[in-house]
């Protein structure tokens, strides 16, 4: 056995997941959990669950020894950090070590190295990786200015310590410099703790493609092909896919493989071991440039999961644990086409803004190829606190017409009664000629959303939901109504299909 007991540094899905992987490797599970996690399902479904602390992530889930503290006293031997909060800090892993842990990802030094956007750009350049040209020499206004006349506008002002979207700034022409480099610099000092910035060209209409990367200990290093990740909605991806369909369609026959042997050199340039992703930046002549490694579990990974027919969390696992690869480069091959949809917890009609509250009915699609990864079940709490991020829909079909069939079906299978989701907003994106050939860049989301074709009239919901719905409200009550037969609404919860008797009745319409 590799280890026997692990514990999760995380929360929602992703936990979830872990668990699930680490139950059928027959690895005992610790999970941590906040004050606002207590019926969550992670929590339930670990061997072991431990309370680190209130809601806010500052004092739990980011709060490294507090974790640290709990896998000692829980037994565990290793501790597999996710995606998000403390998966990419380089000061944690070197914790965890400290205390005599195995760390599930790569070395602190390779962590240290990608982390920073700067440093990962100067390290791949001597690896004779191309990156987007840009200018990091930092210095005076003036020196700036001279350096992005060099590079020509448009350009982006980035945080050497971005991530997740912040701290970009898009500059037109010259006159916008000053303002969008001060703003950046406070943006990336409040939100990462470091206000070191950098400028890069700004690559029209791009894709995203990333190649995820696999290494042992044991100086193998592989790749597992691409993932596109052009839809994007401010410069979050959305929607997933693999194989890439630019790739598929670029007349460049040797293209994919030459970013595959890239992105093993970049990780390689970095002594790097364990899962990681190489994202590039690539141009409609097939140009491509790194953008930066993420050094971690990607949100996407069950796409690639899902064309190769592999377990990403059990290899972690394994190579963590010093097993060498069992697979050679020349035994992965795509199988089929797969596709993610991210499901959030937010209001596409009301400038996408989060939507909290309590989930009162869940409907999963369930049928060959469809796989849904979640963290929430009927009855809990959507709360402000955490990403909205709810669940991920992943469907792989024969090919790219076959999935994008399939997860069309899956969407419109997928009901979630309660707080917003984006659900008809990603039904909205799969209608797109656009987005059916293939064709969508990053720029794609920002064109739709410009058009008039957004906000869609809604969906309503079938009446059969909403009574199961009630029901299940009823049930949770205990039957009990007052006396007056009206039923008591839950305070501020909007979505509470008792709230207005008057517009909800049993059997109506
Ligand atoms: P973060 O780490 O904050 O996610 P990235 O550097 O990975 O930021 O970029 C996220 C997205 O922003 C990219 O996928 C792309 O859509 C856009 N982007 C980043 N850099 C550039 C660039 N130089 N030119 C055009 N688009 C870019």
């Not at 982006?156 to 970009?168: D, R, S, T």
């Not at 690559?203 to 044991?218: G, K, M, V, W, Y």
Request: net charge negative.
């Amino acid at each position: 056995m590799v280890f026997k007991r692990i514990l999760i540094a995380n929360r929602g899905e992703i936990a979830v997941r872990i668990i699930r992987a680490c139950q059928e490797m027959g690895i005992e599970t610790v999970a941590v959990y906040s004050e606002a996690d207590r019926t969550a399902l992670h929590p339930a479904l670990a061997d072991r669950a431990v309370c680190i602390g209130p809601a806010a992530p500052a004092e739990s889930y980011l709060r490294g020894e507090k974790i640290i503290a709990a896998a000692l006293a829980q037994g565990a031997a290793a501790i597999h950090p996710g995606y998000g909060f403390l998966s990419e800090s380089a000061a944690f892993a070197q914790q965890v070590q400290a205390a005599g842990l195995v760390f599930i990802g790569p070395d602190p030094a390779a962590m240290a190295t990608m982390g920073s956007k700067t440093s990962a750009r100067a390290r791949m350049q001597t690896a004779g990786v191309p990156v987007v040209p840009g200018y990091e020499g930092g210095g005076s206004p003036a020196e700036y200015q001279s350096a992005a006349r060099r590079l020509g506008y448009p350009l982006l002002v980035k945080a050497a310590a971005g991530g997740g979207g912040k701290g970009m700034r898009l500059v037109e022409e010259e006159a916008e410099l000053p303002l969008a480099l001060a703003a950046a610099e406070r943006e990336a000092q409040h939100a990462f703790g470091d206000g070191q910035i950098y400028l890069e060209k700004y690559l029209a209409a791009p894709r995203h493609i990333e190649f995820q990367i696999l290494a042992d200990r044991h100086g193998h290093t592989i790749h597992l092909y691409e993932r596109e990740c052009s839809i994007q909605r401010r410069h979050q991806k959305i929607i997933e896919e693999s194989p890439s369909p630019f790739l598929a369609m670029s007349r460049d026959r040797s293209l994919r493989q030459r970013m595959g042997a890239t992105a093993i050199a970049a990780a390689q340039a970095v002594n790097y071991v364990n899962a990681g992703t190489v994202e590039f930046l690539v141009d409609g002549s097939g140009n491509f440039y790194f953008l930066e490694m993420n050094t971690r579990l990607q949100v996407e990974h069950p796409i690639t999961e899902s064309v190769l027919g592999l377990d990403l969390v059990k290899a972690q696992i394994r190579i963590a644990a010093g097993e060498p690869l069992p697979y050679r480069q020349a035994d992965i091959s795509q199988h089929g086409h797969a596709i993610e949809c991210r499901i959030y917890a937010e209001d596409p009609a009301q400038g996408f803004l989060p939507s909290t509250g309590k989930l009162l009915r869940i409907e999963v699609p369930l049928g060959p190829q469809v796989r849904v990864d979640t963290g929430i079940m009927t009855g809990m709490e959507i709360t402000r606190y955490y990403d909205p991020l709810i669940a991920k829909l992943i469907v792989r079909g024969e090919n790219r017409a076959d999935a994008l069939q399939k997860m069309a079906w899956a969407l419109s299978h997928y009901t979630i009664l309660g707080p917003a989701t984006n659900i008809t907003f990603l039904q909205h994106i799969l209608d797109q000629p656009e987005f059916q050939a293939g064709q969508a860049t990053t720029q794609f989301i920002e064109g739709l959303l410009a058009g008039h074709d957004w906000p869609p009239p809604s969906t309503p919901v079938s009446d059969q939901v909403l009574i199961a719905a009630a029901v299940a409200q009823f049930m949770e009550h205990g039957g009990a109504r007052p006396a007056n037969g009206a039923v008591t609404p839950t305070e501020g919860d909007a979505f509470n299909p008792w709230y207005k008797a008057d517009d909800f009745r049993l059997g109506s319409g």
